[in-house]
């Protein structure tokens, strides 16, 4: 909170910065960023929703169905990788996730009997996996895993993320902002340093999506211990975050283009309604037993929920006769803290909303992803592990019937498809556009990643190796 209160101070010298045209592609700075030029169609700021994360890891596969490619897709706009109008930092095969002692995660995947990880790459060789880093201007997609709602203004690599001070530093800054790359000066000018803000403003969009603050209570959540202040964000403090950043945003990209751009802000869907959360009547079926030796911390009630690492921990044998820890759970008054949170974070972003389109009249409108998410039917946003006893053991069945990838967090290519067309609803009544709908029929997963074909038998099991993916996501 200290260092976004010492941003909210830069705020009027970043307007005024920008009012006299200087940013971080000004001609007296050479950073490679002189070419870009106003009206830049569209544009994406956000976290790993917005990146395409899928399946515990960013890669060209998940990638390449991000909700931000296939609006641009809709709106005309070239998304061939390397070349098109729409950009984003592609990653390879097998992808980048967490960190694994001296070891990168790939992406996770079904083989057959378990989820396992699709593969691994030594943390020195990462550089091979960046497919577009020498691209000389900031991608069109800036959504960075794991950040934070105060990142976006702050944050321009690993060092300056939200989580530096206390040894948690968010990696995937310094591939996707690149300050490396751009060669931030000695400066304390916050137009100088490529943020995701500064970088956001320099594209100058005509239309700009913002969906942030998913992690601000994510966190909390998945590790079972979701207290206000501490391991999510204060709600009071998100409000005064969430008006600084939009604010500056829109009146950052209405001076860079000359009149106001039009922004799509998307609002925090329910936490313990994603895959990753179960209750414990599911949990109790999926394991195929109710727990026999209780739950640590009395943490036992009829509205419990689980998180879906449970499973593994639960299936390993040596875990037989112990209760069950408490990070695999949230009490019914853990999930009312998480639900409360949610709902508050929302009524600031539809405030902060207003506030913006009071100075600058209907460029700004919401996304309700949180509606969206109340509106899926029960199998949309069950787990494929558990989709597939339903499914007779058949993948493809299984894979087809659910929205959300393998991690139990992030959608499958449907998924964002399905929030790809909700903004662009959003995107034609604030234009007065008529741009065409995804064809979410067209869109499919493959969560073997082609590694295993046909039906399935027999109880298919979450790997300690994945379990722990999906608990370090984004570190």
């Known amino acids: 909170m200290k260092k976004f209160i010492a941003m909210i101070a830069f705020v009027p010298v970043l307007l005024a910065l920008l009012l006299a045209g200087c940013t971080i592609d000004h001609p007296e700075h050479p950073t490679g960023l002189e070419d870009i030029t106003n009206g830049e169609p569209f544009m994406a700021?956000?976290?790993?929703?917005?990146?395409?994360?899928?399946?515990?890891?960013?890669?060209?596969?998940?990638?390449?169905g991000s909700f931000p490619l296939l609006v641009a897709r809709q709106m005309g706009l070239d998304v061939t990788p390397g070349t098109g109008?729409?950009?984003?930092?592609?990653?390879?095969?097998?992808?980048i996730g967490g960190l694994s002692g001296d070891q990168v995660n790939g992406v996770l995947?079904?083989?057959?009997?378990?989820?396992?990880?699709?593969?691994?790459?030594?943390?020195?060789?990462?550089?091979?996996?960046?497919?577009?880093?020498?691209?000389?201007?900031?991608?069109?997609?800036?959504?960075?895993?794991?950040a934070l709602l105060a990142?976006?203004?702050s944050a321009y690599d690993s060092g300056t993320s939200y989580g530096a001070p206390v040894g948690s530093p968010n990696p995937f800054f310094d591939f996707i902002n690149r300050s490396t790359f751009f060669g931030v000066p000695e400066s304390t000018d916050p137009t100088l340093q490529p943020t995701m803000l500064v970088g956001g403003i320099a594209k100058g969009a005509r239309v700009a999506t913002f969906w942030i603050g998913n992690n601000d209570v994510l966190g909390g959540a998945t590790a079972g211990t979701p207290v206000v202040g501490?391991?999510?964000?204060?709600?009071?403090?998100?409000?005064?975050?969430?008006a600084t950043t939009l604010l500056t945003l829109a009146g950052g990209l209405a001076q860079r283009r000359g009149l106001p751009s039009y922004i799509v802000v998307g609002n925090i869907p329910s936490i313990t309604d994603i895959p990753y959360f179960?209750?414990?009547?599911?949990?109790?079926?999926?394991?195929?037993m109710a727990w026999p030796w209780g739950y640590a911390e009395g943490n036992d009630d009829d509205g419990m929920l689980m998180t879906f690492t449970a499973l593994s921990w639960a299936q390993d044998a040596a875990n037989q006769g112990s209760a069950l820890p408490g990070n695999y759970t949230l009490t019914s008054a853990e999930a009312s803290i998480v639900a409360s949170t949610v709902a508050a974070y929302n009524g600031a972003i539809s405030n902060a909303i207003s506030?913006?389109?009071?100075?600058?009249?209907?460029?700004?409108?919401?996304?309700?992803?949180?509606?969206?998410?109340?509106?899926?039917?029960?199998?949309?946003?069950?787990?494929?592990?558990l989709l597939l006893p339903q499914a007779g053991g058949d993948v493809a069945t299984a894979a087809g019937m659910t929205y959300f990838s393998l991690d139990g967090v992030h959608p499958n290519q449907k998924g964002y498809g399905v929030v790809a067309n909700g903004v662009l609803e959003v995107i034609n009544d604030l234009t007065g556009s008529s741009y065409p709908m995804v064809d979410i029929s067209t869109l499919s997963w493959d969560p073997t990643y082609g590694q295993t074909t046909g039906p399935v038998s027999g109880s298919p099991i979450l790997t300690r190796d994945a379990a722990v993916a999906m608990e370090n996501m984004f570190r």
Do not use: R, W
Request: charged content about 10%; some cysteine; aromatic content about 8%.
């Open 151 to 153: 990142d976006v203004m």
């Open 45 to 64: 700021l956000g976290n790993s929703l917005t990146a395409g994360y899928m399946d515990s890891g960013l890669m060209m596969n998940g990638q390449m």
């Open 355 to 385: 506030m913006v389109n009071e100075q600058y009249p209907g460029t700004c409108a919401l996304f309700d992803a949180n509606a969206l998410m109340a509106g899926l039917e029960p199998a949309q946003k069950t787990h494929f592990l």
């Open 230 to 242: 501490v391991t999510i964000t204060d709600p009071t403090e998100f409000a005064t975050q969430y």
């Open 278 to 288: 179960m209750t414990k009547a599911t949990f109790e079926t999926a394991i195929g």
């Open 109 to 146: 995947h079904y083989d057959g009997t378990s989820i396992s990880v699709l593969g691994q790459t030594p943390l020195a060789s990462v550089q091979s996996l960046l497919l577009a880093a020498p691209q000389p201007t900031p991608y069109e997609n800036l959504g960075v895993p794991g």
């Open 85 to 95: 109008e729409f950009t984003q930092p592609l990653i390879a095969s097998p992808g």
